[in-house]
């Protein structure tokens, strides 16, 4: 078993103000692996004053210096991604190739993304030639908050910690309790790299305890925060008397449009995208809405892809989905499926209960709904389950209303080889972002989405941004 009762505060590991232990689940085996602690508000005022008593050196550090330290960190992160697979394949159940090759190598990617980025930003820059001595400063916001999920959790923590490093804020992250471990071995490597005392601290915690008493407090200047759309709106009210910023990355119910036209891959990648990560994915194109020409085959098609993707535990290599991350999550992937059939959707793969041969662990079925209709609550909640709804359409029109008839908006796909009507869907489709045809954004790009998917953009200079405050200046020349 695991222990790891300390946080990371002002450059050192100590120990907790009260201990109050947290078994960290497997979700392979559903035994307890490690022992973390959840902190209180002693650990929640000790890290807040290390980050802020850090703050005036760190936004007065040179910023090609700040670099200096994300350069060491990328560094560091290589030479230690073999810990980091381990860690999250262990706490969220992803198995170790997918957490090797997608999930550590998304944080490595972002890392060096944000470096990119950072060596073009102007931290300073002249604004108005006819006003004399006019300049633009763009400033750290000061202490930020970092409160992140489990799903992706090197993504999150990278996206959040090395933008904020670079903007010049001090921060404090608070991890998913139930992804713990990988932040921890982050912590170390932020430590090994060389930030000074205090720029970068961790505490364990829940939402309701560490993360609300993040959220609430005087001294934190503003909360990063990735996760559920519900815990979003209760973060947005905690802040609300503090008035600090809150920049939001919250969940989604991506439609994926695969017109008649679309190549003859294109449904076999969305049922894949659909169930990579066991269907735990903010982007996943969960809502697949088809041309009626090409309806049928898309169904079997689906059906078929579905039935060939294997469930196993997280520790096996080779390719293979693992369980979900936790029993709530489980039963309420379950409980969602049965609605879909209450509800009168067609179950062409999948279905309630385990998958043959795996009776303990939290192994969802890849499931397929095909003449699923987008008022059913399949269509509308997001499920974070390997759960596909397919919905059938005529024309552009309909289809480009299904899709927006959603209250999220975080990431939509198009499939169609005709290039106008991808740039006219692509404009028309209310989310973040819109991929087509399966080509990707590229790690630099913004992510972040529009109605209750969020209102941050994080990534390139635009998630450095999100860190920033405008000043101008205007006086001697
Ligand atoms: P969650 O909202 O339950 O928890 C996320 C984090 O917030 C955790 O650290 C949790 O402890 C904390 N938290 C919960 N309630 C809080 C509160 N009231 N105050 C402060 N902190 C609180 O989400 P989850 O189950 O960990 O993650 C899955 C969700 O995250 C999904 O909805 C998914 O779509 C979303 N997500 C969004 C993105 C994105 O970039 N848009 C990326 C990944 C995941």
Not at 260 to 272: F, L, M, S, T
Request: aromatic share 6%.
């Amino acid at each position: 078993m695991i222990e790891k009762r300390q946080f990371y505060i002002n450059g050192n590991w100590s120990d907790p103000a009260q201990e109050r232990d947290h078994q960290v689940i497997n979700p392979s085996t559903e035994e307890p692996c490690a022992i973390i602690t959840l902190g209180c508000d002693g650990d929640v005022d000790a890290a807040v004053a290390a980050a802020k008593a850090a703050f005036p050196d760190w936004m007065n550090t040179p910023p090609a210096e700040r670099i200096a330290l994300v350069e060491k960190l990328a560094k560091v992160y290589e030479s230690r991604a073999e810990d980091m697979a381990q860690a999250i394949s262990l706490e969220m159940g992803a198995p170790i190739d997918l957490a090797r090759e997608q999930q550590t190598a998304a944080g490595a990617g972002h890392i060096a993304a944000f470096l990119a980025a950072a060596k073009e930003y102007e931290f300073e820059h002249p604004h108005d030639p006819d006003t004399p001595g006019s300049y633009i400063r763009n400033e750290p916001i000061g202490v930020a908050a970092l409160i992140t999920p489990w799903n992706w959790p090197m993504n999150q923590v990278t996206l959040k910690v090395v933008a904020a490093a670079v903007a010049g804020c001090t921060m404090v992250l608070k991890p998913s309790e139930e992804s713990p471990l990988s932040s921890m071995v982050f912590a170390e490597m932020m430590d090994e790299a060389g930030f000074p005392p205090g720029v970068f601290n961790l505490i364990n915690g829940d939402g309701a305890g560490v993360g609300t008493l993040l959220t609430e407090h005087p001294d934190v200047d503003m909360v990063s925060f990735t996760g559920s759309s519900r815990a979003g709106k209760l973060i947005s009210k905690a802040a609300a008397d503090t008035l600090k910023r809150v920049s939001l990355e919250l969940g989604g119910k991506g439609a994926n449009l695969v017109f008649a036209d679309a190549d003859d891959d294109a449904v076999k990648r969305g049922v894949e995208h659909c169930m990579n990560n066991s269907g735990q994915s903010c982007n996943a194109p969960t809502r697949m809405i088809v041309q009626r020409e090409v309806y049928d085959k898309a169904v079997e098609t689906a059906t078929q892809v579905a039935n060939s993707i294997k469930v196993g535990p997280a520790s096996e290599e080779g390719d293979h989905i693992g369980p979900v991350v936790n029993e709530v999550q489980f039963n309420k992937i379950q409980d969602l499926i049965q609605k879909g059939i209450d509800e009168g959707a067609r179950l062409v793969a999948g279905g309630v209960g385990r998958p043959d041969g795996l009776n303990r662990g939290f192994y969802v079925k890849p499931t397929v709904f095909a003449d699923v209709n987008n008022a059913m609550i399949i269509a509308r909640e997001e499920i974070f389950g390997p759960v596909l709804s397919i919905i059938p359409f005529d024309d552009e029109e309909e289809g480009i209303h299904i899709a927006n008839n959603t209250p999220y908006g975080l990431t939509d796909y198009v499939q169609t080889q005709d290039p106008a009507r991808a740039a006219r869907v692509a404009r028309a489709l209310r989310a973040g972002m819109v991929e087509v045809n399966g080509q990707s954004r590229g790690m630099g790009a913004p992510f972040g989405g529009m109605k209750q998917s969020g209102n941050g953009r994080e990534g390139g200079p635009w998630g450095i941004e999100d860190f920033i405050e405008v000043k101008s200046v205007s006086g001697y020349d």
